[in-house]
T-cell receptor
Framework: NAGVTQTPKFQVLKTGQSMTLQCAQDMNHNSMYWYRQDPGMGLRLIYYSASEGTTDKGEVPNGYNVSRLNKREFSLRLESAAPSQTSVYFC?????????????FGPGTRLTVT | AQKITQTQPGMFVQEKEAVTLDCTYDTSDQSYGLFWYKQPSSGEMIFLIYQGSYDEQNATEGRYSLNFQKARKSANLVISASQLGDSAMYFCAMREPLRSDMRFGAGTRLTVKP
């Protein structure tokens, strides 16, 4: 099992460009999440999908959109990148959207917006 | 208000010794989950251990144990017999019911000295 995979690993964008971060999990998990990690701030939730067919905003959703393509895949789109979106992005999945289940993380995507 | 507090930005420990990483949390819920993650320099987030708020016994996973003191709202991670490979950032996280996100602390950087 690969677990949670993310592509790309690194990306540099110019302000105003768009891109989609891809995430897939092979653990048959119901719930998937997108976080961003900024220095000194831990991880913050951008969007999540509690189950296939549903998506909801997290703590910092502005400037992002998501698509739960199927049970395995959950993508994050930046429509018009801004320097404030320079961050490391993590996708995660969990068996259930519940406080008793751990979340498993992908390797991360390091995004720089110039 | 900060939900998860890790007061030790950095810690040093001698190889083969035990180390305790502190974590306090704030919640008014009775049911919640507490988690510890390890982030090595390669960047991935690795799940280490979980403690449910109703669990009467402290969680253990190999060399990791969680010193859970519910009344004090603390969930300290104890690593026994430290190894050089334990050098990493360690994050404490909490998950509350009706919330989909993990709330992370700012992390503690552990360095194991040979």
């Amino acid at each position: 099992n690969a677990g949670v995979t993310q592509t790309p690993k690194f990306q540099v964008l110019k302000t105003g460009q768009s891109m989609t971060l891809q995430c897939a999990q092979d653990m048959n998990h119901n719930s998937m999440y997108w976080y961003r990690q900024d220095p000194g701030m831990g991880l913050r939730l951008i969007y999540y999908s509690a189950s296939e067919g549903t998506t909801d905003k997290g703590e910092v959703p502005n400037g992002y959109n998501v698509s739960r393509l199927n049970k395995r895949e959950f993508s994050l789109r930046l429509e018009s990148a801004a320097p404030s979106q320079t961050s490391v992005y993590f996708c995660a999945s969990s068996e259930q959207d519940s406080q008793t289940y751990e979340q498993y993380f992908g390797p991360g995507t390091r995004l720089t917006v110039t | 208000a900060q939900k998860i507090t890790q007061t030790q930005p950095g810690m040093f420990v001698q190889e083969k010794e035990a180390v305790t990483l502190d974590c306090t949390y704030d919640t008014s819920d009775q049911s919640y989950g507490l988690f510890w993650y390890k982030q090595p320099s390669s960047g991935e987030m690795i799940f280490l251990i979980y403690q449910g708020s109703y669990d009467e016994q402290n969680a253990t996973e190999g060399r990791y144990s969680l010193n859970f003191q519910k009344a004090r709202k603390s969930a300290n991670l104890v690593i026994s017999a430290s190894q050089l490979g334990d050098s990493a950032m360690y994050f404490c996280a909490m998950r509350e019911p009706l919330r989909s996100d993990m709330r992370f602390g700012a992390g503690t950087r552990l360095t194991v000295k040979p």
